[in-house]
């Protein structure tokens, strides 16, 4: 069965540096999401990819985040000058694109990223 | 705005016993309301979903969840508990006219004792 990866499963930074999170979404799917869950807290939107553009993004995905589709497999989340706040499990997920919210969207293991 | 309440960070249940993790949800407009899985040192596995379609929704490996609009709950059962339940349980929402973002609760952790 098809299923989404990320890389690497954890990785640990200095504050101040940046990181790039890598996701392979499930090869026919359109959408591509991003969220994060900081430890005892809830999975928490971040952004919507489709089309080679950000649909929707949160009111925590600010300038220091950005997506990309470098090419046809992989997807990424890219956090420029890390903050100890950042710290977190940030999964990937992908959908096929049905109509609007009833999607089943499917994730990813997750990164755990650390910022010290 | 939308949200998600789950009652319960951890609950615990005996083998064979009745499972009831519990929803809330807030929306000012339909919603639709999924459940997810997770398993240690997995992603997130859809359990169920509603989509306006019928109120029961059954899913997989036994799992249930019935919305009921007046009660604004979508609280998900299996009657008899197994050893592989055990896992965090995640309610969430998405509405007609988003691209999909889900709105999570904050999980709920299952332990299933022998």
């Known amino acids: 069965e098809p299923e989404v990866t990320q890389t690497p499963s954890h990785q640990v930074t200095q504050m101040g540096q940046e990181v790039i999170l890598r996701c392979v979404p499930i090869?026919?799917?359109?959408?591509f999401y991003w969220y994060r869950q900081i430890l005892g807290q809830k999975v928490e939107f971040l952004v919507s990819?489709?089309?080679?553009?950000?649909?929707?993004k949160s009111e925590i995905f600010d300038d220091q985040f950005s997506v990309e589709r470098p090419d046809g497999s992989n997807f990424t989340l890219k956090i420029r000058s890390t903050k100890l706040e950042d710290s977190a499990m940030y999964f990937c997920?992908?959908?096929?694109?049905?109509?609007?919210?009833?999607?089943?969207?499917?994730f990813g293991p997750g990164t755990r990223l650390t910022v010290l | 705005a939308q949200s998600v309440t789950q009652l319960g960070s951890h609950v615990s249940v005996s083998e064979g016993a009745l499972v009831l993790l519990r929803c809330n949800y807030s929306?000012?407009?339909?919603?639709?309301l999924f459940w997810y899985v997770q398993y240690p040192n997995q992603g997130l596995q859809l359990l169920l979903k509603?989509?306006?379609?019928?109120?029961l929704v059954k899913g997989i490996n036994g799992f249930e969840a019935e919305f009921k609009k007046s009660e604004t709950s979508f609280h998900l059962t299996k009657p008899s508990a197994h050893m592989s339940d055990a896992a965090e349980y995640f309610c969430?929402?998405?509405?007609?006219?988003?691209?999909?973002?889900?709105?999570f609760g904050k999980g709920t952790k299952l332990s299933v004792k022998p």
């Open positions: 969430a929402v998405s509405y007609s006219g988003s691209q999909g973002n889900l709105i």
């Open positions: 509603y989509t306006s379609a019928a109120t």
């Open positions: 997920a992908s959908s096929r694109g049905l109509a609007g919210g009833t999607d089943t969207q499917y």
């Open positions: 929306s000012s407009v339909p919603p639709y």
């Open positions: 990819f489709y089309n080679n553009e950000i649909s929707e």
């Open positions: 090869s026919n799917h359109l959408y």
